[in-house]
């Protein structure tokens, strides 16, 4: 494990020098990191497969993307070209973290360049040149990992940054305020939010721990779920895919950002990751050789709920 | 009738008018934070300072999901109800000309064999009220496809902006006929009219060339695909915005007594779309998905139906997860050799 010390400003010339040098050696057959698109208006994944289109990598506070979703194996033709390796803020090494716990990955099967990281914007269209904390997601106002914790390479001085002690964010203001209300109220303001959902599935295709070749949406010998766009098909899927989510998603709110119908999925899943955490104090994304709590059983797990 | 205005304060007349006839009124209104097409029920629900809604007005013709036949399983015989489509007049108002080219393509592939009466009605009873672009962003493309910020195609009427009003021109018999069943809300004058938005024309594209570059059986193979479409995800969220996209599935719901047949939106990029029961995929990778969508629009469309089936209204750009950029896609399929 190597640390790449650099001052912000020229994080992007060590990156790239060292995906030209992992390129050329043959270490890893792609880069999976962030670039400008032709127009040079907004930050778009990139595969870097020859060491001479190394200088298209980018970094910046609009990657917001988290690039851990192309090393599932839905992306077969990605992982025909061959050991990859991926550009990530501590934030997406949380999921490269639960692929490998989940056996999705096998360690040594990627190279993670770990970016230190000052934050990100919450969405690309709201940078006007300056990251203000009013711009970034809730995830980044209460970071652990803007140094990353799993990584092949780091590249960076470490942040200066210390989370505070007790979480802070528009999301959390949100889940206490609907944590006041009653179950009617509750029920009441998820039934109008989940009312909007169109079954784009982006929330799901976004998603680097919606690794299931064929979801249970696809399932139709019965059909689960039912696929129609009608409150009662949008609440069991949104409701199904949080369940499915729980004591392994790590809060990136790629699912929130990719909603094109503004669904506050933030709010549903850190939810699940506070009561995962109340129940079995365990934080996802953390530790690639731990299982998340829903696939073990503990003779010390609780049984309040059971009433 | 020339020279019509309708003054900034008598939209809510109009809105009044349009409601109390029984019709629904659907303009730009604000939703969980952005700009929608969605019922108003005055003025004050709509949105001036707007680009583009975020949807497109499709769903008020072709709804995300409908109920088309119920079904009852009796003792000795199946009940079978088919739905009659109670299409409400509907004015869509504030849709961009971008977008109201797009009805052509839907009626064209709902008329194509079968008439599709569940759209035609709702469309037969849709007045498009456009309002030409005075602004636009970086996604905006409509005149690399043809088009411009005050093209007329499948607009009822036009409303150009003005100083505290609109210039209003009605196009078609419908158009004229909706003035006139609303004219107490309109005035006769002719302002000055704002300036018009038109997005730069794409250097790099040349429709022409796209088209006759995917005639041939050679780019089918090209290995520029699975490099174009890599990062795409997989998701629906282009096709669902898209105002040309019209694919649907049809399922059955509820229990083995009874339940109702529905059609829903279907993506072409979806996994499971071209599954065969046999197991078999003809476009078992996210490329091939992303390449028939591709072929759909500059290709399958004109060919079929002579009609586009990309209208430049950029909301594929701006809601794709991962900014896959069809406008890169189609510089590059007119430049490469």
């Known amino acids: 494990m190597e640390r790449l010390g650099a001052a912000q400003d020229n994080m992007e010339n060590v990156l790239r020098k060292k995906a030209k040098d992992l390129l050329s050696s043959g270490e890893v057959k792609v880069v999976i990191g962030y670039g400008f698109n032709r127009r040079g208006t907004h930050i778009?994944?990139?595969?870097?497969?020859?060491?001479?289109?190394?200088d298209k990598l980018v970094f910046?506070?609009?990657?917001?993307?988290?690039?851990?979703?192309?090393?599932?194996?839905?992306?077969?033709?990605?992982?025909?070209?061959?050991?990859?390796?991926?550009?990530?803020?501590?934030?997406?090494?949380?999921?490269?973290?639960?692929?490998?716990?989940?056996?999705?990955?096998?360690?040594?099967d990627v190279y993670i360049i770990g970016m230190a990281c000052s934050g990100i914007v919450y969405r690309q269209e709201l940078w006007k040149g300056e990251l203000k904390p009013e711009i970034m997601p809730t995830k980044c106002a209460n970071c652990d990992v803007r140094y990353p914790h799993l990584y092949d390479c780091v590249l960076g001085d470490k942040p200066a940054f210390v989370p505070p002690d007790k979480p802070v964010g528009m999301v959390f203001d949100k889940i206490a305020a609907l944590d006041e209300m009653d179950s009617a109220g509750r029920w009441a303001f998820w039934i109008k939010e989940f009312s909007r959902c169109i079954k784009c599935y982006a929330c799901r295709q976004v998603c680097s721990l919606c690794y299931c070749e064929r979801c249970i949406t696809e399932k139709n010998m019965p059909q689960w779920i039912e696929t129609s766009a009608h409150p009662r098909g949008n609440l069991s899927w949104n409701l199904t895919r949080a369940m499915h989510l729980a004591g392994r998603c790590t809060f990136c709110g790629e699912c929130e950002r990719s909603c094109p119908v503004n669904i506050p999925l933030n709010l549903v899943n850190k939810k699940l990751i506070q009561v995962t955490e109340e129940s079995f104090g365990f934080r996802s994304g953390y530790d690639e050789k731990a299982h998340p709590p829903m696939i073990v059983f503990s003779p010390d797990d609780k049984e309040n709920f059971i009433k | 009738m020339a020279d019509i205005f309708l003054k900034t304060e008598y939209l809510d007349r109009l809105i009044g008018s349009v409601r109390q006839a029984g019709g629904r009124f659907i303009a730009p209104c604000t939703d969980a934070r952005q700009t929608v097409f969605k019922e108003a029920h005055a003025a004050k629900d709509v949105v001036a300072d707007y680009i583009l809604a975020h949807n497109s007005y499709k769903e008020f013709l072709f709804p995300q999901t409908e109920v088309i036949s119920t079904h009852k399983v009796k003792k000795d015989s199946v009940e079978l109800k088919g739905i009659e489509c109670a299409a409400q007049g509907t004015v869509i108002f504030g849709a961009r000309p971008c977008e109201a080219a797009s009805l052509s393509a839907l009626r064209a592939v709902?008329?194509?064999?079968?008439?599709?009466?569940?759209?035609?009605?709702?469309?037969?009873?849709?007045?498009?009220?456009?309002?030409?672009?005075?602004?636009?962003?970086?996604?905006?493309?409509?005149?690399?496809?043809?088009?411009?910020?005050?093209?007329?195609?499948?607009?009822d009427v036009m409303f150009k902006e003005a100083e505290h009003g609109w210039a209003v021109m009605p196009l078609t018999g419908k158009g004229r006929a909706f003035v006139e069943k609303h004219k107490d809300v309109f005035e006769k004058a002719a302002p000055a009219v704002k300036p018009l938005f038109y997005p730069e024309k794409i250097k790099g594209v040349d429709i022409e060339k796209i088209k006759e570059r995917l005639s041939k059986k050679e780019h089918y193979e090209d290995p520029v695909w699975p490099e174009l479409a890599r990062k795409c995800i997989g998701c629906g969220a282009c096709t669902f915005t898209c105002p040309t996209c019209h694919c649907f599935d049809i399922i059955d719901e509820g229990t083995a007594y009874e339940g109702e047949r529905r059609k829903n939106w279907?993506?072409?990029?979806?996994?499971?779309?071209?599954?065969?029961?046999?197991?078999?995929?003809?476009?078992?990778?996210?490329?091939?998905?992303?390449?028939?969508?591709?072929?759909?629009?500059f290709k399958f469309y004109p060919d079929k139906f002579s009609s586009k089936g990309c209208v430049g209204c950029g909301r594929c750009i701006r809601v794709c997860p991962v900014r896959l950029d069809i406008t890169e896609v189609m510089e590059e399929m007119s430049l490469r050799p």
């Open chain 1, 60 to 108: 910046n506070p609009r990657c917001v993307n988290n690039l851990s979703v192309y090393l599932t194996r839905k992306f077969k033709d990605i992982r025909a070209i061959g050991r990859p390796a991926i550009v990530a803020k501590g934030c997406d090494i949380k999921n490269v973290v639960v692929l490998i716990a989940e056996a999705q990955l096998k360690r040594e």
């Open chain 2, 110 to 155: 709902f008329t194509w064999d079968s008439i599709d009466e569940f759209y035609t009605k709702r469309e037969d009873n849709t007045v498009v009220i456009a309002v030409a672009c005075t602004r636009g962003d970086d996604a905006c493309f409509c005149t690399t496809v043809g088009l411009s910020p005050d093209s007329t195609a499948g607009v």
């Open chain 1, 44 to 54: 778009t994944p990139v595969f870097i497969t020859k060491p001479e289109d190394a």
């Open chain 2, 266 to 297: 279907d993506a072409c990029q979806f996994d499971h779309f071209t599954l065969h029961a046999s197991g078999h995929n003809p476009r078992d990778t996210q490329y091939k998905r992303w390449r028939n969508r591709f072929m759909c629009k």
